[in-house]
């Protein structure tokens, strides 16, 4: 995953999809893929940071942006995250002692996204697979 921004203003949505749309290289579309909101911010990421720069610059005239770079997506998936809202509970306790960026349930609440530094993304998809698959017999090792 390329970057992770941070905006925090009064704004909307539509003026931070605006803002993404208005990237300085018209060319490139820029896909967002994971999205979470606060009271005062919404953060967002992107794979793709060519067109960067001109969504930064956007977003600045209504907002504080910041940028991170070197993060990695970590999603768990399954059926059970529906109905069971403490497995998302526990994949999240699962990273403690990973600097974790980001957090996002997706609507369908059949997945949960994790957004963590490049760097720990192994370790950290090791430790999950450690706490959810050694139950059935799969280790990660």
């Known amino acids: ?73 970590l999603c768990a998936v399954g059926d059970n995250l529906r109905s069971d809202p403490r497995i998302a509970a526990r994949v999240i306790g699962t990273l403690e002692g990973f600097r974790v960026r980001m ?4 609507a369908s609440r059949r997945n949960v996204t994790i957004v963590l530094s490049d760097a720990d993304l192994a370790a950290a998809m090791a430790q999950l697979h450690d706490e959810f698959f050694q139950e059935v017999g799969v280790r990660s090792s």
């Open 103 to 106: 957090v996002s349930q997706a």
């Open 1 to 73: 995953m390329g970057s992770t921004y941070e905006s925090q203003s009064r704004s909307t949505p539509a003026s931070l999809s605006s803002a993404i749309k208005q990237s300085d290289t018209p060319s490139v579309a820029t896909a967002v893929d994971v999205v979470t909101t606060s009271e005062v911010s919404v953060s967002v990421t992107v794979d793709d940071a060519r067109g960067l720069d001109g969504i930064v610059t956007a977003l600045r005239e209504f907002a504080e942006v910041s940028v991170e770079a070197d993060l990695a997506i």
